[in-house]
């Protein structure tokens, strides 16, 4: 008999939703970066072992918003928590529940959730008394239909976590194909790619006012070589100038090292070209927040 259960990751921003989701599935479909808010859209991924499927989705983090991206980015975390069987609470090893965290526990008492809560980042606790303490202070909180502490990086424990998972599956037929391991189309992934690189390779608040948009994506009949058309936005006219670089090493540096990753993920020589424009204030404005696939 098959089995299913679709699963909300929700937590904070920068508590490693992302990475998790990608140490679950074995391959990486979620940008990650140090910085908060990397996630702004629903990331669907699908784990199938047997007759049970898994259905996850890596929401943004849970913020006090800023602007009506922002705004958008908290919409989607509350639809996604009214329309999962269960949810999955990730949050740090230290530090009091924000004021955010705590109104996602009240989401989940309001929906009659059942949450497995997932404390991150414990490579970083040595002393295990001070893990045992964060335990007793969260199950204060919130009555957790189950606790593990994982490494998201490390690996620790995340079995164990995904058989908690399995056993909130429910009989059903699986809603995916066996194989399926994301329903994100190919060039939103490829988008996501390149913008993990300005993530990771820029400073401050140029990368959060950057999005990314591919303009083509075909593979050649001749070679085996996809050509890939990216349109890099920023908000400002000098943050444009600063995504280039000077005599455009900037926007080399990044072209290199989302070119490597593309070939890595899509098995294939990638031939990828960027250009960067600027959409003033683009994350203030709901046309633009659509035509960019963030709503």
């Not at 199950?139 to 502490?149: L, Q, R």
């Not at 190919?186 to 820029?202: Q, T, Y």
Request: proline share 4%; net charge negative; hydrophobic share 40%.
């Amino acid at each position: 008999m098959t089995k299913t259960a679709f699963i909300a990751i929700v937590g904070k921003p920068n508590v490693g939703k992302s990475s998790l989701m990608n140490r679950i599935l074995g391959q990486k479909i979620a940008i990650v970066s140090s910085k908060p808010q990397t996630t702004r859209t629903k990331i669907m991924g699908v784990l199938t072992s047997g007759e049970t499927q898994l259905v996850f989705t890596d929401t943004p983090g849970f913020h006090n918003p800023h602007n009506k991206l922002g705004e958008k980015m908290n919409e989607a975390v509350g639809d996604t928590i009214g329309g999962v069987d269960a949810c999955l609470f990730l949050t740090e090893p230290r530090g009091e529940l924000n004021a955010q965290e705590l109104e996602l526990l009240d989401m989940f008492s309001r929906q009659k959730m059942p949450v497995i809560l997932a404390i991150n980042k414990i490579d970083m606790i040595a002393d295990k008394k001070e893990l045992l303490e964060r335990i007793v202070y969260l199950t204060s909180k919130y009555d957790f239909t189950a606790v593990v502490p994982v490494s998201a990086t490390e690996g620790d424990h995340v079995d164990e976590l995904v058989e908690e998972l399995e056993k909130l599956s429910t009989p059903s037929p699986h809603f995916f194909p066996d194989d399926t391991l994301t329903d994100q189309p190919e060039r939103v992934l490829a988008a996501e790619i390149i913008r993990e690189k300005i993530l990771r390779l820029m400073d401050k608040e140029i990368p959060h006012g950057i999005a990314v948009a591919v303009e083509k994506m075909r593979e050649r009949d001749d070679k085996d070589i996809l050509d890939i058309e990216a349109t890099i936005y920023c908000e400002r006219e000098s943050h444009k100038g600063m995504v280039i670089g000077k005599k455009g090493a900037m926007l080399k540096k990044v072209s290199t090292y989302a070119r490597q990753d593309l070939e890595s993920f899509f098995q294939i020589k990638v031939n990828l070209q960027c250009w960067v424009k600027v959409k003033l204030d683009w994350r203030n404005r709901e046309g633009l927040i659509h035509n960019f696939g963030l709503d």
